[in-house]
């Protein structure tokens, strides 16, 4: 399948979007992204002042979500979309969190930070969008503390064969009208099912987050298997 955008320039779709992909996440997860966002906070290392890495943040939901956990202290969500963190930016204003929550442009193949700094790191849906996923993931390792923990959400197809025929009707037949329709964007919508069709999930991507030196690595399937969250922890 030929993507209509290289991975290494989705963030320029998402720039694109920004000022209407909150509705649009709305609209095509039927309001399921905030309990996707609730199974990735409940994940989380059980201590206290943690200072979290959201990436692909976005316009910042998972950061706030985060931020609302009384363990953590502060978040970082960097975002290689301009426009997504501008949106994000203007949410943590209203919201008065600006000092609370850090957002930069960044890509997460390629990290500024030192090793070892982040008692936790997210990525909610950005991993499927990077060209190398595995620098992503050490990178995630690198900058984790000793002990910290990767968290990794992304969409996935379900292994019963039922479920994975209508979801894969919803993919290529209904997401692409609805997201076309919302966004104005002629082909956002048909990169994000192509996406999700290609992207290893389950035990391959587990198997990725072991390579990448992850210990305890491990995957929980959410909605009928539609998205999966992962998790792991640095040695
Ligand atoms: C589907 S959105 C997810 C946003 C947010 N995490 C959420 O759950 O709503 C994917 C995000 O990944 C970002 N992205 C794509 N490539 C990236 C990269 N290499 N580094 C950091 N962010 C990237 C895009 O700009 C976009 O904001």
Redesign the pocket.
């Known amino acids: 399948m030929t993507l209509p955008y290289a991975?290494s320039d989705?963030?320029k779709i998402?720039n694109s979007i920004a000022g209407r992909?909150d509705l649009i996440?709305t609209v095509l997860s039927l309001g399921l992204?905030r309990i996707w966002?609730k199974e990735l906070r409940l994940k989380l290392p059980a201590h206290n002042e943690q200072i979290v890495l959201?990436?692909?943040?976005?316009?910042a939901?998972?950061a706030i979500e985060l931020i609302r956990d009384p363990r953590i202290t502060k978040v970082v969500g960097?975002?290689?979309?301009e426009g997504?963190i501008a949106i994000g930016q203007s949410k943590l204003r209203k919201l008065q969190l600006t000092n609370r929550i850090q957002l930069q442009v960044?890509?997460?193949?390629k990290l500024t930070y030192t090793s070892d700094q982040f008692d936790a790191a997210t990525?909610?849906?950005?991993i499927r969008?990077?060209p190398d996923v595995d620098a992503?993931l050490r990178e995630i390792y690198r900058v984790l503390k000793p002990g910290g923990r990767g968290l990794v959400?992304e969409f996935a197809l379900p292994k019963s064969s039922v479920m994975r025929a209508l979801h894969l009707f919803y993919l290529r037949k209904i997401l692409p009208i609805v997201g076309r329709i919302l966004s104005g964007h002629g082909t956002a919508y048909t990169y994000l099912n192509q996406t999700i069709e290609e992207f290893p999930y389950g035990e391959n991507f587990v198997a990725l987050m072991r390579n990448a030196g992850f210990k305890n690595a491990n995957h929980r399937v959410l909605t009928f298997g539609i998205v999966n969250l992962y998790w792991g922890d640095k040695a």
């Open positions: 991975k989705s963030y998402f992909y996440n992204h966002r959201d990436l692909a943040t976005g316009t939901d998972v960097v975002d290689m979309s997504m960044g890509d997460a193949q990525m909610s849906f950005g969008n990077v992503c959400l």
